[in-house]
């Protein structure tokens, strides 16, 4: 069964650089899918600090044939033994939306779960270079407000220079994601995130932009001293 693995972990910034720019391919790890290589940032910080661009960090999420070639990857390679000292959640895929070619193989729909269950949400695009500043305009209040949304357990972004974007987060339930989404949190500016989607549909800030809702396997590690970052169901 093909999985999808998020991994968090401390290494030096010489190393995130060299995994910016010499990343596995599919050809090099058996069973690797596709794999992004980011450093994580803090969702809301000011756009020039170091909460930015955290290159003591990587955050690389990636999609398997099964979990045994994430296991040899994790046990042999350089880079799998620098994130296996690190946390890392598998993920099932549920439901994907938009466009991203290297995941356009995975199906939309792939299952369904109880709306009360803990979820797993990852965006990642392509941004257009022209329209970094007008995505950073509309996206920072969204930032914030996912950042400190009481539903998230975890929530972070990551990025590789100089377009690329993503999100993590880790919610206790997926009805509290989606009303989210769609504007109807009750938590001050809950408008914020349908206020960005009305925008980016008016005009896209994206070449390729996907949203991927997961449900999680396994939980492995640690991250800034907290475990079972995933809510039990």
């Not at 940032?41 to 756009?47: E, R």
């Amino acid at each position: 069964m093909k999985i999808f693995s998020y991994h968090l972990a401390q290494v030096s910034p010489a190393f995130t650089l060299r995994s910016f720019f010499a990343p596995p391919s599919v050809k090099q790890v058996s069973g690797l899918c596709h794999m992004e290589c980011m450093a994580p940032m803090m969702l809301g910080a000011p756009i020039v600090s170091p909460e930015r661009l955290q290159l003591r960090k990587l955050a690389v999420f990636a999609a398997w044939e099964d979990e045994s070639a994430l296991d040899q990857f994790l046990g042999q390679e350089k880079l799998g033994k620098a994130l296996s000292a690190g946390w890392h959640l598998r993920l099932s895929l549920i439901r994907r939306w938009g466009s991203f070619p290297e995941f356009d193989d995975f199906p939309e729909n792939e299952s369904a779960q109880d709306s009360a269950s803990p979820v797993v949400a990852v965006t990642i695009a392509r941004l257009k270079l022209p329209e970094v500043f007008r995505f950073i305009r509309w996206g920072r209040p969204v930032e914030e407000l996912v950042r400190d949304h009481p539903g998230t357990t975890l929530a972070l972004a990551s990025m590789r220079m100089p377009r690329t974007f993503s999100t993590f987060t880790v919610w206790r339930s997926e009805k509290e994601m989606t009303n989210m989404v769609h504007g109807h949190s009750t938590v001050s500016g809950g408008e914020r995130h349908a206020a960005a989607m009305a925008e980016r549909n008016r005009k896209d800030f994206h070449h390729y932009f996907t949203t991927l809702r997961f449900h999680a396997l396994s939980e492995h590690g640690e991250w800034d001293g907290r475990r079972h970052i995933v809510p039990e169901s």
